[in-house]
């Protein structure tokens, strides 16, 4: 069983950067696909962004595309959520999470028990 544990969360002004990690132990990260998920106060939880197993598979809400911008170092095992031109509404808690397969990251990840595994979270505030 994977665990995660993000990190990179903080107070950022309006128009501003951040990157998130997430760190993955276990031998076997580069066999998962994984997400970013956020969830605003008061929201439900949404989709962010996903990225296969080897990196060469991407895709992203259509709120943050051109925007933020995932990837995976599976050396590291580590996925990355590098997000440029902050907006207020970016304002959330986001947690990385680990499946199976692309199909359950990207589409069936609210499944009770879909996904392998869930990271704790990290807040980003946007402040304008």
């Known amino acids: 069983q994977v665990q995660l544990v993000e990190s990179g969360g903080g107070l950022v002004q309006v128009g501003g950067s951040l990157r998130l990690s997430c760190a993955a132990s276990g031998r076997t990260f580069s066999s998962y696909a994984m997400g970013w998920f956020r969830q605003a106060p008061g929201k439900e939880r949404e989709f962010v962004a996903a990225?296969?197993?080897?990196?060469?598979?991407?895709s992203s809400a259509d709120s943050v595309k051109g925007r933020f911008t995932i990837s995976r170092d599976n050396a590291k095992n580590t996925v990355y959520l590098q997000m440029n031109s902050l907006k207020p509404e970016d304002t959330a808690v986001y947690y990385c999470a680990a499946g199976s397969s692309w199909v359950v990251v990207t589409t069936q990840w609210s499944r009770r028990n879909a996904l392998d595994a869930w990271g704790q979270g990290t807040l980003v505030t946007v402040s304008s």
């Open positions: 990225i296969n197993w080897s990196g060469g598979i991407t």
